[in-house]
C-alpha cells in the first residue's frame, strides 16, 4: 500500500507550482476517509482538520524522536498532497505529539549500511516531502515544541511562519557538517530564504544548532512562546494570516518561491545521483556510523 502511494506521490505536483502560468498540475485521485475532524489514520503523523476553521492540525507521532524516515516522509508527503487538494482545508499547523522533539531530521539509519538502490528511493522521498511542502499553497505553520535539527529544521523552515517553546534547552539548525556530511544546495536555498547568505554561509559551515533565543535573534523562528502555548499561538498567527484573501497570498508565496523550486526541478536527478555518491562513501559510512556510536554513548 505504502509503495503504491509512494509511486502516487511521485506523479503529483500540485500546490504553488500548479498555480503558476504553464505548470502542469497534475493530481493524483488519492481516495481518503475524512470523518468530521479525523483526517488520517497513518501510524506516524495524525492530521486533524478542523472543517469550521479550515485549518489542519498535522502531528508527528513517531518515537522516539519523529526521524524522518522513508516511511515517515512517504506518510508525510501523501497528507501534505491530501490537504492540497482539499479545498475546504486554507491552513497547516505542523507540530510534534512527542515531548522535548520536533523532528530529530532524517533518519540516520536510512542513510547507513543501505544499497545504492535504497539510498535513491530514500532521497526521493527527500525531496518529495520537501516539494510538497515548500510548493504547499496553504498557509504553513511551523509550532516547534522541541529539538529541531537537520532535516526537522529544513521542515521548519519550509513553513510560512515559525513560532518555537522558549524553552533554551531546545535547538534548531542545519548541523549536517557536524556529522561529517553536507546539506544539500536546495537545503541551502532554503536556509538563506529564510535567514540571509551571511547567518546561512556560517550556520552551514559550524553546522550550528540554535538555542531557540538565538534563532529567534537571527530570524530562523518568528516567535518564542511558552511550551504549552506553541500550538494555540500557532493557531492564533494562523488566523491573521487566513485573514488575507488566499488567491493574492498564494500568488505572492508562489513568487517567492518558484525560483527555489525551479532549481530543484532542473537538477533533481543529478541532486539524487550526487546524494547516493556522496553517501555511499567510506568515509562518510564511516562519519555516520560513530555520530550513531556518539547518540548512543550519550544517552547511557
Ligand atoms: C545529505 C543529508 C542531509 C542530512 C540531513 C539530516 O537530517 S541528518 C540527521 C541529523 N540529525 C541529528 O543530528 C539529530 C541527532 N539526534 C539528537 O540530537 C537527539 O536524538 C535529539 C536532540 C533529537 C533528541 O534527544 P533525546 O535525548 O530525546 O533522544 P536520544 O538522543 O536519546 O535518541 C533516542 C534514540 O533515537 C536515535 N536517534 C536520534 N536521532 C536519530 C536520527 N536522526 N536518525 C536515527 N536515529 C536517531 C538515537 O540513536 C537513540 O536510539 P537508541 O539509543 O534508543 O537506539
Request: aromatic residues 8%.
Amino acid at each position: 500500500m505504502s509503495s503504491i502511494l509512494r509511486r502516487c506521490t511521485k506523479l503529483t505536483h500540485s500546490g504553488i507550482l500548479s498555480m503558476l502560468p504553464g505548470s502542469n498540475g497534475r493530481s493524483c485521485a488519492l481516495q481518503y476517509f475524512a470523518s468530521e475532524k479525523r483526517y488520517s489514520t497513518s501510524s506516524k503523523i495524525k492530521v486533524d482538520l478542523d472543517s469550521n476553521t479550515g485549518v489542519a492540525i498535522m502531528q508527528f507521532q513517531s518515537p522516539p524522536v519523529n526521524s524522518l524516515s522513508l516511511d515517515f516522509l512517504t506518510e508525510f508527503a501523501i497528507n501534505i498532497e491530501k490537504l492540497e487538494l482539499d479545498r475546504s482545508c486554507r491552513g497547516v499547523i505542523i507540530t510534534s505529539a512527542l515531548p522535548k522533539v520536533f523532528s530529530a531530521g532524517l533518519d540516520i539509519l536510512e542513510m547507513y549500511q543501505k544499497s545504492p538502490e535504497h539510498y535513491v528511493e530514500f532521497w526521493k522521498a527527500v525531496q518529495e516531502a520537501w516539494f510538497k511542502l515548500y510548493g504547499s499553497s496553504k498557509v504553513t505553520i511551523a509550532a516547534i515544541n522541541g529539538n529541531s535539527p537537520a532535516g526537522g529544521c529544513l521542515l521548519a523552515m519550509c513553513c510560512d511562519y515559525r513560532i518555537m517553546a522558549e524553552n533554551p534547552r531546545y535547538s534548531i539548525g542545519l548541523n549536517e557538517t557536524q556529522l561529517g556530511i553536507v546539506a544539500p544546495f536546495w537545503f541551502k536555498d532554503t536556509m538563506q530564504n529564510v535567514v540571509g547568505h551571511r547567518e546561512t554561509e556560517k550556520g552551514l559551515q559550524l553546522g550550528k544548532l540554535y538555542t531557540a533565543p538565538e534563532a529567534l535573534k537571527v530570524g530562523l523562528v518568528d516567535e518564542l512562546v511558552p511550551e504549552e502555548k506553541v500550538v494555540s499561538s500557532a493557531a492564533e498567527a494562523m488566523s491573521k494570516w487566513l485573514a488575507i484573501p488566499d488567491h493574492a497570498r498564494q500568488l505572492s508565496k508562489s513568487m517567492m518561491r518558484k525560483p527555489t523550486i525551479d532549481r530543484l526541478l532542473a537538477a533533481r536527478e543529478a541532486d539524487i545521483t550526487n546524494f547516493v555518491s556522496f553517501t555511499s562513501k567510506d568515509s562518510i559510512q564511516k562519519s555516520l556510523g560513530m555520530y550513531m556510536e556518539m547518540l548512543k554513548k550519550r544517552r547511557s
